[in-house]
């Protein structure tokens, strides 16, 4: 029996192991070359292929830089070995480049003028780009067979143009610029002490260097793609820099943009009378819209098929899709879990005394969910309960819509007041939902659900407990709100927002009698006394926006039409990976009004502000903190 029970930890200790390889990487970052051998295209995947230059917006976790990664040459290499089809048989050449916050603020203080620093930077840019290039013509001829050669004047040429020493060669070049780059990185940190190297022209050497290669090589009829990831790590100026290349880019490359949403916060370029337009200048590719509903499952469906190919268990069992392992729960099943048959037998036997027989037949016909809401709906109209049992007789079709309206919304009082599970959240269609279209949010709610599976003694591959993935879920959005408080300036007071939030959403929830049900959204109220003060509102809005670019908030179209960058206008709502922690609805439904001043408040003054916006909702805060949410306890009785 020993060796049979240290048999089976072994195997679900290897199985674990795996699953933490396969789904524990959730950012493209750690999963280094696996990153090309697991690579799924995603259905907008097609847009980022033209021609033209393109902005790729999405949250932290949406997969932009899978995406980019994809692009490139390495990962279309890797592609081409999977798909058995020859190297570089595409018509574009991805050069991948992520911006470094430690490299782009060096740029920034008070010792240059704007006009010094953007010419800088723009020097800065050209040695990175020729760099990016040369590094892959060093590979082609390498890695993949292809003799991409210049003659010697023109490799002379490029160096010329970025005021280098003669290079014969290709080799020469890069050794060159390679000096070069670092001549220059010192030279930043020491500005003002350091003589002023000599600048190139904005573009001039990628011109030269891309035409050539392109005209005069077995590269001829190609494309280069610059592949430019975390655009919003760059400071304003930088990005007018950027936004006068991809405006004015020659035909032998176009760029390739991946930003947060909201972070790309100026649109004009070297030029102030100039704008990058879409779409006259770039295809604007926003993931939230290409990957919604079933577009999102089935994508999602084929990166987990992918990854759980490669699982292998001792045992032999493994799971062959992801949405057999993860079963769903109608709302009758659900709230059986939840307790109603008890809260239906109240009724029942409060009833019994005022119905004759065949009245009571009836009602027992009705499943214990909608008995359960016969005594909701009297307690939320101030009704006696028979009389409300009377109208569900005479106008049962109306009683029907008014139930299945109400179904959902009546999971979250059965349990009012009880310790543990109040909600579930289960199900492949539950948790894609809470993804909210971020696949790597999705990656650890699943893999978060499959280890919590395993610890129980389940073997791979058969269904996960509800219980289990609910307890997953809230797992993760626990995670993510202590996340948050490190991930900007910002993060402490996103933090406070969320836990403030996230408590008056989940009070609204579980208390609906009498008001509208499922308000998980918020938006501001027009302008009140408090905002004639500038400040309140600077403030809002720059944690309004920081909370949309990570994913704190998404923000929804508003009534007023607005411009892609505005958070004015707009409909704001917790991300839906947070629903399971609070304990609210994360189905998008209905909103309330918050002044600027109330949002401020919520963070510097939350005891005082949670209180009276619940206040003026009609609803009570003497309900003690959920079991999940005691951690934070400290935060919830603190403040004025």
């Avoid at 292929?49 to 976790?61: H, V």
Wanted: with cysteine.
């Amino acid at each position: 029996m020993a060796t049979s029970n240290s048999s089976n930890i072994e195997s679900a200790t290897h199985v674990q192991a795996q699953l933490n390889k396969l789904f524990g990487s959730y950012k493209a970052e750690w999963l280094k070359d696996d990153i090309f051998e697991l690579f799924t295209e995603p259905a907008y995947f097609p847009d980022l292929t033209t021609p033209r230059s393109c902005i790729l917006i999405g949250g932290r976790g949406t997969g932009k830089t899978t995406a980019l990664r994809g692009l490139s040459y390495l990962g279309q290499a890797a592609l081409a070995r999977r798909q058995a089809r020859p190297i570089l048989a595409q018509d574009f050449i991805g050069l991948y480049h992520r911006v470094n916050t430690n490299h782009v603020t060096a740029f920034d203080g008070p010792d240059l003028d704007d006009v010094t620093r953007s010419r800088l930077f723009a020097h800065y840019v050209n040695l990175l780009m020729v760099d990016l290039v040369l590094e892959f013509v060093d590979w082609a001829s390498r890695s993949a067979g292809v003799n991409v050669t210049l003659e010697s004047s023109q490799w002379s040429r490029v160096a010329a143009s970025l005021n280098l020493p003669h290079a014969a060669s290709h080799g020469d070049l890069r050794a060159l610029l390679t000096d070069s780059l670092i001549s220059f990185e010192a030279y930043i940190n020491n500005v003002v002490d350091a003589p002023k190297p000599l600048l190139s022209l904005q573009s001039a050497p990628v011109d030269l260097l891309t035409s050539m290669l392109l005209q005069g090589t077995s590269l001829r009829g190609k494309q280069f793609f610059f592949l430019i990831d975390e655009y919003e790590n760059l400071l304003d100026y930088q990005q007018r820099v950027f936004n006068t290349l991809i405006k004015h880019a020659s035909t032998s490359y176009a760029f390739k943009i991946g930003v947060r949403e909201l972070g790309l916060r100026c649109r004009t370029t070297l030029n102030a009378n100039e704008q990058l337009i879409h779409p006259a200048d770039y295809a604007r590719v926003n993931i939230a819209e290409k990957l919604e509903g079933d577009t999102f499952r089935r994508f999602a469906a084929d990166v987990f098929s992918s990854r759980f190919s490669r699982l292998a268990s001792p045992a032999g069992t493994g799971i062959t899709d992801v949405r057999d392992v993860l079963p769903s729960l109608s709302e009758d099943e659900e709230a059986s879990l939840l307790g109603v048959d008890g809260r239906a037998r109240d009724v029942l036997d409060e009833l019994e005394r005022d119905l004759d027989p065949s009245e009571l037949e009836s009602l027992r016909k009705r499943s214990p969910l909608e008995m359960y809401f016969l005594g909701f709906w009297a307690r939320a109209k101030g009704m006696a309960l028979v009389d409300v049992f009377h109208d569900a007789e005479r106008d049962a079709e109306q009683w029907r819509d008014r139930f299945n309206n109400y179904k959902h919304v009546l999971l979250f009082t059965i349990r009012e007041g009880k310790r543990g599970i109040r909600k579930y959240y289960a199900g492949w269609l539950v948790l894609t939902q809470l993804a909210a279209g971020n696949i790597r949010y999705l990656l650890e709610l699943v893999a978060q659900s499959i280890l919590e599976h395993l610890q129980s003694g389940a073997s791979l591959g058969t269904p996960v407990d509800p219980k289990l993935q609910t307890q997953a879920a809230q797992q993760v959005g626990r995670r993510y709100v202590s996340e948050l408080e490190g991930l900007s300036v910002h993060g402490a007071q996103l933090t406070k927002l969320l836990l403030a939030l996230g408590r008056i959403f989940g009070r609204m929830a579980a208390e609906p009698v009498g008001h509208t049900p499922e308000v998980n959204q918020f938006h501001l109220a027009d302008a009140d006394a408090s905002q004639a003060i500038s400040n309140t509102s600077e403030r809002v809005d720059a944690l309004l926006h920081a909370a949309v670019m990570h994913l704190a908030l998404v923000r929804l179209p508003g009534t007023k039409p607005a411009d892609v960058g505005d958070t004015k206008d707009s409909d704001y709502m917790m991300h839906p990976v947070f629903a399971p922690f609070f304990e609210f609805s994360h189905r998008r439904k209905r909103r309330m009004a918050l002044s600027r001043s109330q949002v401020l408040d919520l963070v510097e003054r939350p005891k005082r502000a949670i209180r009276a916006i619940l206040e003026a909702q009609h609803r009570a805060l003497d309900e003690p903190l959920p079991q999940q949410l005691l951690l934070f306890e400290g935060f919830y009785d603190g403040g004025a």
